[in-house]
T-cell receptor, first 110, second 115 residues
């Protein structure tokens, strides 16, 4: 059965801390892994990863994929209160379906 | 056990021929959402139901309609599909209105092809 697991499910940090969010997956036909940030109704897109070992960066956020070990991490450095959100990891099962993880709820305290 | 189920998983329709996609949930959640996702873009929210209260996004075309006959089921009707409507359609649910405090549970999606 295809599945995506995220850890931790919930995380509380203080502003300025660095956090690492984890996503592991088991799918039949991997095409890409996507990270989203959910603050309001609809998730916003952060990264799409298709190749192992290539880090993607956007400001204080970065992500990398390991296709051998079947996981990805999302790093956020110098966290701000505006980073508080649920971070969703999803895997594109080669166009057959999307498998979403349960999300990591990040709370950044001032 | 599947919590958000979408049927069919693949749907092929002809240009202009109405199509209905189905979503059901076993979570007894109040809110159900329909999203359209194209390639690697973020899912685009079309509308959501909070219980029986329908909420349409401002930029959702009139071609897209939805019905929620009961808590468990929600349907997406595309009245006259165009080629640009070919996409993955995702259904999601949440206990309360999703946001920072309430995560969404997504179904596997229905891939719509328009010929």
């Amino acid at each position: 059965e295809d599945k995506v697991v995220q850890s931790p499910l919930s995380l509380v940090v203080h502003e300025g801390d660095t956090v690492t969010l984890n996503c592991s997956y088991e799918v039949t036909n991997f095409r890409s892994l996507l990270w989203y940030k959910q603050e309001k109704k609809a998730p916003t897109f952060l990264f799409m990863l298709t190749s192992s070992g290539i880090e993607k960066k956007s400001g204080r956020l970065s992500s990398i994929l390991d296709k051998k070990e079947l996981f990805s991490i999302l790093n956020i450095t110098a966290t701000q209160t505006g980073d508080s959100a649920i971070y969703l990891c999803a895997v594109d099962n080669y166009g057959q379906n999307f498998v979403f993880g349960p999300g990591t709820r990040l709370s950044v305290l001032p | 056990d599947a919590m958000v189920i979408q049927n069919p998983r693949y749907q092929v329709t002809q240009f202009g021929k109405p199509v209905t996609l189905s979503c059901s949930q076993t979570l007894n959640h109040n809110v159900m959402y329909w999203y359209q996702q194209k390639s690697s873009q973020a899912p685009k929210l079309l509308f959501h139901y909070y219980d029986k209260d329908f909420n349409n996004e401002a930029d959702t075309p009139d071609n897209f309609q939805s019905r929620r006959p009961n808590t468990s089921f929600c349907f997406l009707d595309i009245r006259s599909p165009g080629l640009g409507d070919a996409a993955m359609y995702l259904c999601a649910t949440s206990r309360d209105l999703a946001g920072y405090t309430d995560t969404q549970y997504f179904g596997p999606g229905t891939r719509l092809t328009v010929l």
